[in-house]
């Protein structure tokens, strides 16, 4: 299967600017759309930006402009440039990734990271 690991949440100030990352491993015949979510306490999982892999992007109204998402297919790992962050934007980020696991299956399925914690506060 594939595991997806996320790094670079943390605490930044409003207007400040973090950078996540996301590294897929595991069997992985050919990776899709990856992609970034967000959630907060008690709603629901929303799309914040995905790309496909042919580099076209998707940004949600709210972070367009101030967010960027990125790739390296030879590294199965995806990025998420964060610039003039809000308090708006503080949650729990998680990756998503759209993956077929194996040559002989056609089957494709998603996988979603642990999350990571973003806070953005004085």
């Known amino acids: 299967q594939v595991q997806l690991v996320e790094s670079g949440g943390g605490l930044v100030q409003p207007g400040g600017s973090l950078r996540l990352s996301c590294a897929a491993s595991?069997?992985?015949?050919?990776?899709?759309?990856m992609g970034w979510y967000r959630q907060a306490p008690g709603k629901a999982r929303e799309l914040v930006a995905d790309?496909?892999?042919?580099?076209?992007?998707n940004y949600a109204a709210s972070v367009k402009g101030r967010f960027t998402i990125a790739r390296d297919n030879a590294k199965n790992t995806v990025y998420l440039q964060m610039n003039s962050l809000k308090p708006e934007d503080a949650d729990v980020y998680y990756c998503?990734?759209?993956?077929?696991?194996?040559?002989?299956?056609?089957?494709?399925?998603?996988?979603w990271g642990q999350g990571t914690q973003v806070t953005v506060s004085s």
């Open positions: 998503h990734a759209k993956a077929r696991p194996w040559r002989d299956s056609f089957a494709r399925y998603d996988y």
């Open positions: 595991g069997s992985i015949f050919a990776m899709y759309t």
């Open positions: 790309i496909d892999s042919d580099g076209t992007t």
